[in-house]
């Protein structure tokens, strides 16, 4: 089965940035998707920034495409999010997930695979 990785969490002051990465095991099928996604406290989880593996698609939520950059190393089969400008409204668990298909969407139903996540705090 695939497995799924997250790191690069912490807590960090207003206007900070923080890096998260994914690693992905286990091979799937292609092509696929994989994608960030955050759960705020109280709130359900969303869809942040999906990236096509095989075609590099980017999509971003309207909240986060100014500030974060989703790209992908295929070597190592990791997908990196890159946050800047971080607001206390991006406190979240961040979550790693992973879905086979052209298609990329932002809906976690889409998706078969999730990591553990990895906790953003922005104070």
């Known amino acids: 089965d695939v497995q799924l990785v997250e790191s690069g969490g912490g807590s960090v002051k207003a206007g900070g940035s923080l890096t998260l990465s994914c690693v992905a095991s286990?091979?799937?099928?292609?092509?696929?998707?994989m994608g960030w996604f955050g759960k705020a406290p109280g709130k359900e989880r969303e869809g942040v920034a999906p990236?096509?593996?095989?075609?590099?698609?980017?999509y971003y939520a309207d909240s986060v495409r100014t500030r974060f950059t989703i790209s992908q190393d295929n070597a190592r089969n990791t997908v990196y999010l890159q946050m800047n400008n971080l607001t206390p409204e991006d406190t979240a668990m961040y979550y790693c997930?992973?879905?086979?298909?052209?298609?990329?969407?932002?809906?976690?139903?889409?998706?078969?695979?999730w990591g553990q996540g990895t906790q953003v705090t922005v104070s």
């Open positions: 990236i096509s593996t095989d075609y590099g698609s980017t």
């Open positions: 997930a992973l879905k086979n298909g052209v298609t990329c969407p932002q809906d976690e139903e889409a998706y078969s695979f």
């Open positions: 286990g091979g799937g099928m292609k092509p696929q998707c």
